[in-house]
């Protein structure tokens, strides 16, 4: 094992061997014998230490993290606040099972998760281990809510890899590939993306509205998911009003609405949650990777009598809301606000655009600049065309990859670069990611 102290990093990039490196490749060849090959590999360095936004690998690479493991270090990889809580809490209790003896960080992070997500209605939550296990736990509540079964959920949708999240992704392939029979009475609808189908949100949402009123009709309809930006699929936000025009038409119709914030909240956006950069207030929200600092947490919260509608011992989980896991999430908020991260994710947003905006003028297979804060996207095509263009997104990430930069892929048709850094990612940092994809697209 290697150990690299966090303070010894440096703040940049640095490549001193081939990309990876031969201790990556050794490893990787240990990996192969040991690991399932169900499991991704995307960017294959093997990770030594990493701190802010830089990752060293066990040859001694450094890169910039564009990638955040995908989007879960929002705050920074080793925040010194977040290292501090995490030692505390090991050294006095890692684990109680709060259905059994509950202690304090889980009952602060339900109460700074009511504080910040949007509305200023009564809210509770609970807390689980991953964004999937939130999804699925959000289905049980809006159908003991509501007494209905149905889900809705939308084209270009990502909701995870258990069985019935499964069934709500857009992309059955490769998510669900041979794994059998998936969870039933899920129904989809299109979804508002304004590069593709022109459309204004007022237009889009009366066109969802209508899948699901003709697929399923209220009376079976329990909740609709709507990633408020959508993550694995590209990034894409709605026009203006499409999300609230959805939210009032389930209000009206005892829909439980649900936003899937799991990518796009916790200061991503320049907001503690996206659906308020839309002046939306959700029914309930469901978060999980940048909730606690890189440790696993993931949680519903929304309306009490929502959330209460579910009988004692019908939620909850061994592990659910670790006492580890809630002392970095409760450092995390406190970071958020110390150190004003929310006012980082727009300054990433402003210069991270304005170079990706000018890398737009020299290169015309730059469809689309998008997103907010922290969360931005360039969707490439074949220049002239809006046709996806994922050959090129393949070649610029591995360039990076080579150059020392960290980027991940997205995009129904793999069609698209995503930016998911630090919120704490310098000017710099980030004016050097965009030189080299203007490195990169020169070469394609
Ligand atoms: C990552 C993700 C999930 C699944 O979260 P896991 O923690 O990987 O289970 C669900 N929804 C969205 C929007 C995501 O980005």
Request: aromatic share 8%; net charge negative; hydrophobic share 45%.
């Amino acid at each position: 094992m290697t150990t690299i102290e966090a303070d010894a990093i440096t703040r940049e990039r640095k490549i001193v061997t081939a990309i990876p490196g031969p201790k990556s490749q050794a490893m990787h060849e240990r990996r192969k014998n040991a690991v399932s090959n169900g499991v991704g590999a995307a960017l294959p360095v093997y990770i030594a230490a990493a701190h802010d936004s830089i990752v060293v690998d066990i040859d001694g690479n450094q890169f910039i993290d564009m990638a955040s493991g995908i989007g879960v270090t929002t705050i920074g990889h080793t925040d010194p606040a977040v290292v501090s809580a995490v030692q505390n809490q090991v050294a006095s209790f890692t684990h109680t099972c709060f259905t059994v003896t509950p202690y304090e960080d889980y009952v602060r992070v339900a109460e700074l998760l009511a504080a910040h997500t949007p509305g200023t209605h009564a809210k509770k939550a609970v807390l689980v281990n991953s964004g999937a296990e939130a999804i699925e736990n959000a289905i049980k509540i809006a159908r003991k809510y509501t007494g209905k079964n149905a889900v809705g959920v939308l084209d270009h949708a990502y909701h995870g890899r258990t069985n019935m999240t499964m069934a709500m992704n857009f992309k059955n392939s490769p998510y669900a590939t041979g794994y059998g029979s998936l969870g039933t009475a899920v129904f989809r609808a299109p979804s508002s993306y304004p590069y593709w189908d022109g459309l204004t949100g007022e237009e889009a949402a009366e066109r969802t509205i209508w899948y699901f009123e003709k697929q399923v009709g209220v009376d079976d309809l329990a909740c609709i998911f709507a990633e408020p930006i959508q993550g694995e699929g590209g990034f894409m936000v709605p026009a203006d009003g499409y999300l609230n025009a959805i939210q009032a038409w389930c209000t009206k119709n005892n829909v439980v609405f649900i936003a899937d914030e799991v990518q796009s909240g916790m200061a991503r956006t320049g907001a503690y949650f996206a659906s308020e950069t839309f002046g939306l207030v959700p029914d309930l929200i469901t978060t999980a990777k940048g909730i606690a600092g890189g440790m696993p947490l993931a949680g519903v919260v929304g309306r009490a009598e929502i959330m209460d509608a579910s009988h004692p011992g019908g939620l909850g989980g061994t592990f659910g809301g670790n006492p580890v896991s809630c002392a970095a999430s409760v450092a995390v908020f406190e970071q958020i606000e110390r150190e004003n991260l929310l006012a980082e994710a727009r300054r990433v947003e402003k210069t991270l655009v304005g170079g990706l905006l000018e890398l737009q003028k020299k290169y015309p297979f730059i469809g689309e600049v998008r997103g907010k804060g922290a969360m931005i996207a360039i969707e490439l095509v074949q220049p002239g065309t809006k046709t996806s263009n994922p050959e090129a997104v393949t070649k610029a990430i591995a360039y990076a990859f080579q150059k020392g930069v960290l980027l991940l892929n997205a995009g129904t048709n793999y069609n698209v670069i995503r930016f998911l850094p630090s919120v704490k990612t310098s000017d710099a940092l980030l004016l050097d990611v965009v030189s080299v994809l203007d490195e990169a697209f020169a070469t394609i």
